[in-house]
């Protein structure tokens, strides 16, 4: 697949029949056993039931573990315990609205060819991460979409393949970005996708004039302590010092960057140790106590990447922004 054969447009998604399934069966399961135990033991059929649906607290229990131990060798500001149970229980919130909603039954809506073309302004490139579509941008295409912004996204599949193959999914929505205004767009990441975005950078000659920024949101642009534990190629590609980050850096040796502004969290609970997310020469913006994917939606992140697209579009001259 090329950049001059990109794929059909948002027709499926494979991610979002998987999550189907999952929130789907999940909630078979539970009602089956809360029918199975109600009668004779009514106590255990809702904490049986409450668990099966709420079992994924526990695993991001398990993850704020690991990144608190994790974190202590790094140097941003520990969490204190009230935080960490704070930052905790936003993951707990936020989850089910993205992987058993947004992402599953609602991925498709809102979509990018609906979006009228608004010559002169600045259009956005919504890049998702690792094991996400471009239902996880919904807030972001609603904000966008109130303040008569233009924008394109991605659905980054295969889901588990290599970084590198979605090179041309990004390429595309460039393109289409750009076509909508007739100027360099802004690309906004969330998680693998900024990696996905500098493979695309290193990937395509001329690709940093092509766009007037980029900015990243808990994006291990120096790898993962919790790749460790993945066996998925985009995964494994993740490692911290892995062959796969080395190898990017050396493809972006002595070629033009865009300006990068990076969000990083001392409670994120999938990137850590937390200035993983940090990138050299970048504009790096530590936003304390917020986790992984509610740093996607946190008002400050929202509220500055706005404000960068009105900055941007206020001189069309200007490439980068405060």
Request: charged share 15%; glycine share 8%.
């Given at each position: 697949?090329?950049p001059?054969?990109?794929?059909?447009?948002?027709?499926?998604?494979?991610l979002?029949?998987?999550?189907?399934?999952?929130?789907?069966?999940?909630?078979?399961c539970a009602?089956?056993?809360?029918?199975?135990?109600?009668r004779?033991?009514?106590?255990?059929?809702?904490?049986?039931?409450?668990?099966i649906?709420?079992?994924?607290?526990?695993?991001?229990a398990?993850?704020?573990?690991?990144?608190?131990?994790?974190?202590?060798?790094?140097?941003?500001?520990?969490?204190?315990?009230?935080?960490?149970?704070?930052?905790?229980?936003a993951?707990?919130?936020?989850?089910?609205?993205?992987?058993?909603?947004?992402?599953?039954?609602?991925?498709h809506?809102?979509?990018?060819?609906?979006?009228?073309?608004?010559?002169?302004?600045?259009?956005?490139?919504?890049?998702?991460?690792?094991?996400?579509?471009?239902?996880?941008?919904?807030?972001?295409?609603?904000?966008?979409?109130?303040?008569?912004?233009?924008y394109?996204?991605?659905?980054?599949?295969?889901?588990?393949?290599s970084?590198?193959?979605?090179?041309?999914?990004?390429?595309?929505?460039?393109?289409?970005?750009?076509?909508?205004?007739?100027?360099?767009?802004?690309?906004v990441?969330h998680?693998?996708?900024?990696?996905?975005?500098r493979?695309?950078?290193?990937?395509?000659?001329?690709?940093a004039d092509?766009?007037?920024?980029v900015?990243?949101?808990?994006t291990p642009?120096?790898?993962?302590?919790l790749?460790?534990?993945?066996?998925?190629?985009?995964g494994?590609q993740?490692?911290?010092?892995?062959?796969?980050?080395?190898?990017?850096?050396a493809r972006?040796?002595?070629?033009?960057?865009?300006?990068?502004v990076?969000?990083y969290?001392?409670?994120d609970?999938?990137?850590f140790?937390?200035?993983?997310?940090?990138?050299?020469?970048?504009?790096?913006?530590?936003l304390p106590?917020?986790?992984?994917?509610a740093?996607?939606?946190h008002?400050?992140?929202?509220?500055?990447?706005l404000a960068?697209?009105?900055?941007?579009?206020?001189?069309?001259?200007?490439r980068t922004?405060a």
């Amino acid at each position: 697949m090329s950049p001059s054969n990109p794929p059909a447009l948002h027709r499926a998604s494979a991610l979002a029949r998987l999550q189907q399934g999952m929130a789907l069966s999940s909630l078979v399961c539970a009602g089956l056993w809360l029918r199975w135990w109600w009668r004779d033991a009514p106590t255990l059929a809702v904490v049986g039931a409450a668990a099966i649906v709420m079992g994924y607290a526990l695993v991001l229990a398990l993850q704020f573990a690991l990144m608190a131990r994790v974190n202590r060798q790094d140097t941003v500001p520990p969490l204190r315990p009230g935080e960490l149970l704070r930052a905790w229980w936003a993951e707990v919130r936020v989850a089910p609205r993205v992987f058993s909603w947004r992402q599953p039954f609602r991925w498709h809506a809102l979509p990018d060819a609906d979006v009228p073309p608004a010559p002169g302004r600045v259009a956005v490139v919504l890049v998702h991460g690792f094991v996400c579509n471009r239902g996880l941008w919904l807030p972001w295409m609603r904000a966008l979409r109130q303040r008569g912004l233009p924008y394109t996204s991605v659905n980054l599949e295969p889901v588990f393949g290599s970084i590198d193959g979605y090179v041309p999914l990004i390429d595309d929505a460039v393109r289409r970005a750009q076509a909508l205004t007739g100027r360099p767009p802004l690309l906004v990441c969330h998680s693998m996708g900024g990696l996905a975005a500098r493979a695309w950078l290193a990937a395509t000659p001329g690709a940093a004039d092509r766009v007037c920024g980029v900015v990243t949101i808990g994006t291990p642009h120096q790898g993962t302590w919790l790749a460790h534990l993945s066996h998925t190629a985009n995964g494994r590609q993740m490692r911290i010092d892995g062959a796969w980050l080395q190898a990017l850096r050396a493809r972006e040796a002595g070629r033009a960057r865009p300006p990068f502004v990076c969000w990083y969290s001392n409670a994120d609970n999938i990137v850590f140790p937390a200035t993983t997310a940090t990138l050299a020469g970048a504009d790096n913006r530590l936003l304390p106590g917020v986790p992984h994917v509610a740093m996607a939606f946190h008002p400050r992140v929202m509220g500055e990447s706005l404000a960068m697209l009105a900055s941007a579009g206020s001189s069309p001259s200007e490439r980068t922004a405060a």
